[in-house]
């Protein structure tokens, strides 16, 4: 079954997109928790369309999925489910864009944050959230942690500066929440549903 699930994955996906080596996949079998079990197998996504064809391929396989940034998590999230396939998203790494009028960024899941916090600042400008593991940690991770460091007492947590988010759905379908004005607040608030929900819900692939 997951051979065959493989072989349809390696149809829409360069094949060095795909890990399946012993050694590779001990790399990622666990997380700063130390917590272990190993994948089926990693893919490292560098669109959104490889993202989400992959995504449907697991909802036809039922093949369970774990979505890993850096793997700094004390939670045990990025630990992979029993036969999962693992997302990394240390591929998606841009910081699109920096709006300096409206104070925005849109950037890729895998942005490292203390990259987010050295750009901005280049511009003069500051973004606070500062968990310890800045400097290895992914922006998507800090979201579906919620992380925050030192800063937090007086600036608040990531989900105080998380305005809206495209999510892929298990189904493969893309949601946009959020928006990129404060005066956004009819409707259910998925945004803030999404942040530090670990990857239980849908896969972050842009902030
Ligand atoms: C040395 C150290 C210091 C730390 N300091 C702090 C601190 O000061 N404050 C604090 O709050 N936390 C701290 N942490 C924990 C913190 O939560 C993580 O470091 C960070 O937020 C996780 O980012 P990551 O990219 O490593 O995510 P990972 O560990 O890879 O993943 C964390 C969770 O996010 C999910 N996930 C990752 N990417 C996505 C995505 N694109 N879409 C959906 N789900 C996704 C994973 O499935 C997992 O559930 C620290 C950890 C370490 C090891």
Redesign the pocket.
Known sequence: MFEKFINEVEKVIDSKQLLTSKEALLAYSL??TRLKSMPKAVFLPETSKQLRDVIRLCNEFSISV?????????SG??VPAKGSLVIS?SRMNSILNIDTINLIAEVE?GVITANLQEEVSDQSLFYPPD???AA???I???I??G???PKALKYGVTRDYVMGLEIVLPDGSLIRTGGSTYKNVSGYDLTRLMTAS??SLG??MKA
């Open positions: 997380d700063a774990t979505p890993r940034g850096s793997g700094t998590g004390l999230g990025a998203f899941p968990p310890s593991s290895v940690s992914t998507g991770g800090n579906a942690e992380a925050g460091g670990e990857g896969l972050i």
